[in-house]
């Protein structure tokens, strides 16, 4: 499966067509209600440092990680470091590396059904996720660390 992965990760990563989409296939659920099992992620290869900067909060991310890809969303940028989260998770995941940030995802296909991610009101949804996720984690933590007390 390794193998697989490094392929297709080789074929975002070379891709130098921003208008030719990849679609892969979502097997986790750590970005439910939105995104299922199951559901076909339509992505655009990010070339380059000019496409990084284009990504805003809330956007969904393919991020290659220890062999394997996480689609995520982009909850904030400190300097180099890249953070995501699952909508599912209460927690962020480790920083990103921006040349390990590998496409954007643009719509989700379930079924006979597309949901354009880049329409009007769904960027404003996704960037109010991206907010509200951000602001999420500092309520968790503050919570944990009072209930520690």
Known sequence: MDDLHAVI?????????PSRKVRLRVISGSMRPLIQPGDMLVCVPLI?????????????IIV???????SHRLIRRRGEA????GDRHHNLDA???????LAH????ERGTRTI????????MVQRLKGWWGAAAVVFYQ???????R
């Not at 380059?48 to 969904?60: K, N, Y």
């Not at 995802?105 to 989700?108: L, Q």
């Not at 503050?142 to 520690?148: E, G, M, Q």
């Open 9 to 17: 990760a080789d074929l975002l990563a070379a891709s130098g067509d």
């Open 48 to 60: 380059g440092p000019v496409a990084l900067e284009a990504l805003r909060c809330g956007d969904i």
């Open 64 to 70: 290659r990680r220890q062999g394997d890809f996480l």
């Open 82 to 85: 890249w953070y995501t989260k």
């Open 95 to 101: 920083p990103a590396a921006g040349a390990q940030i």
């Open 105 to 108: 995802a643009v719509a989700i």
């Open 116 to 123: 354009d991610l880049t329409c009007w009101e769904q960027r």
């Open 142 to 148: 503050a919570a944990r660390a009072i209930l520690r």
